[in-house]
């Protein structure tokens, strides 16, 4: 009923910024939280950042002072704006959406596709 599509991801020198987006449209009745999470090789998921519905934002230790999520609410669009990459931020980054839906009025998450960023040493 949702979906989910990224982009942003790609190859990047260590110092160097990227910008991941992440639009959600379909049967959406209102987006409570927006997350990025990342998973690299062998690792398990973790999250990276999240927005809530309410403007709170937290992220994880790794990233902060780096990374920043934002998101555009009239577009139903999360952001992540990293700075300052390390080569261990190398992962697949996912959005996760929490969305209550037009049809049941239920709360289900969803997650976009995975985009790839590699950074270099």
């Known amino acids: 009923q949702v979906q989910l599509v990224e982009s942003g991801g790609g190859l990047v020198q260590a110092g160097g910024s990227l910008r991941l987006s992440c639009a959600a449209s379909g049967n959406i009745f209102r987006i409570n939280n927006m997350a990025w999470y990342r998973q690299a090789p062998g690792k398990q998921r973790e999250l990276v950042a999240v927005?809530?519905?309410?403007?709170?934002?937290n992220y994880a230790d790794s990233v902060k002072g780096r990374f920043t999520i934002s998101r555009d609410n009239a577009k139903n669009t999360v952001y992540l704006q990293m700075n300052s990459l390390k080569p261990e931020d190398t992962a697949v980054y996912y959005c996760?959406?929490?969305?209550?839906?037009?049809?049941?009025?239920?709360?289900?998450?969803?997650w976009g596709q995975g985009t790839q960023v590699t950074v270099s040493s």
């Open positions: 927005a809530t519905s309410g403007g709170v934002t």
């Open positions: 996760n959406v929490i969305v209550i839906v037009t049809t049941t009025r239920y709360e289900y998450d969803y």
